[in-house]
């Protein structure tokens, strides 16, 4: 199992809209759906997947949080009419950000929402190597523009494993992002990549949970370091998720709670849902009592 894995939130179309991704992304296929009952959002579906090989998770849970382009997920592709045909696919019903064009950092580049509100950019990479195909770009804008570096470097003090990569920072004359603060940046968390980027342009949007960042433990004691380490906001702490410094939103998630979700029956999986709704760190020794009924 992969450690770092992006959470999609959705009001209805969790699973409608992993089927187009799943459609449309190559090396890309749906594990398995679970439907939680009796939750305060009421019965929910929740889909792992995997989008050109890297996994996913979505859950339809109402309409409590919307996707804003603060994060978005870079697709980088070998050709021309590679980026046309996503772009032709994932624009549809859309909005364009930045229209499909030739850009100086891309030959063929295009940033948009998807008819979920979902924001991707699709762009020719040209020759450089493909280890990852889907990027998850944080921009960081309003209070929290100019920042990008600095939680990069927290992010990668945080987790084992992990790095700050090259760093493209905005120039004179660049008004208004500050010289010095962060076009783009990569970072490798716990051998995920991401990237980074500041704008200090006026933006009606910011980070929400709509989009949150899982990371799975081993056991308790690797929960609490993420979870002292992370949150930040002590009223965002529910069921898992935790918002740190700069707004984003994590889930903390034991490796053996998602097996339990995977494998169990439907009065196992009601056990478990009904004791982890009160939680907010998870407890995984209660979470196994609930599982076995104990």
Avoid at 2 to 13: A, G, V
Avoid at 17 to 39: G, M, W
Avoid at 50 to 72: D, K, N
Avoid at 88 to 110: C, K, T
Wanted: charged share 25%.
């Amino acid at each position: 199992m992969r450690k770092i894995t992006p959470h999609l939130w959705y009001d209805k179309e969790a699973i409608d809209a992993a089927e187009l991704y799943v459609s449309v992304l190559p090396d890309s296929k749906i594990h398995h759906v679970n439907t939680l009952y009796d939750t305060p959002s009421g019965d929910t579906d929740i889909v792992s997947f995997e989008l050109c090989g890297q996994p996913f998770q979505a859950i339809s849970a109402g309409p409590l949080f919307r996707f804003t382009p603060s994060i978005s997920f870079l697709v980088s592709c070998r050709s021309n009419e590679e980026v046309d045909e996503l772009w032709a696919r994932l624009s549809e019903g859309g909005n364009a950000l930045m229209p499909l064009d030739s850009y100086p950092f891309s030959e063929r580049y295009g940033w948009t929402t998807d008819k979920y509100g979902l924001s991707w950019q699709i762009m020719h990479a040209g020759d450089r190597e493909l280890t990852q195909r889907i990027t998850p770009t944080l921009m960081y804008v309003g209070d929290v523009a100019g920042r990008a570096e600095e939680a990069i470097n927290f992010y990668a003090s945080v987790f084992p494993n992990s790095k700050v990569g090259d760093i493209d920072r905005y120039g004179k004359g660049e008004e208004p992002d500050k010289e010095g603060t962060v076009r783009h940046a990569g970072l490798t968390i716990n051998g995920y990549q991401f990237a980074a980027m500041d704008s200090a342009r006026e933006h009606n949007f910011g980070f929400n949970e709509a989009i949150s960042i899982m990371v799975y433990c081993e056991d308790q004691a690797e929960i609490d370091r993420y979870w002292e380490a992370l949150s930040a906001v002590p009223e965002s702490e529910q069921c898992g998720w935790l918002k740190d410094k700069f707004g984003v939103s994590w889930q903390i998630v034991p490796v053996a709670m998602n097996e339990m979700m995977a494998n169990g029956t439907k009065e196992q999986i009601a056990r478990v849902t009904q004791a982890f709704l009160p939680m907010k760190k998870f407890d995984l020794a209660e979470l196994q009592k609930a599982y076995e009924g104990s």
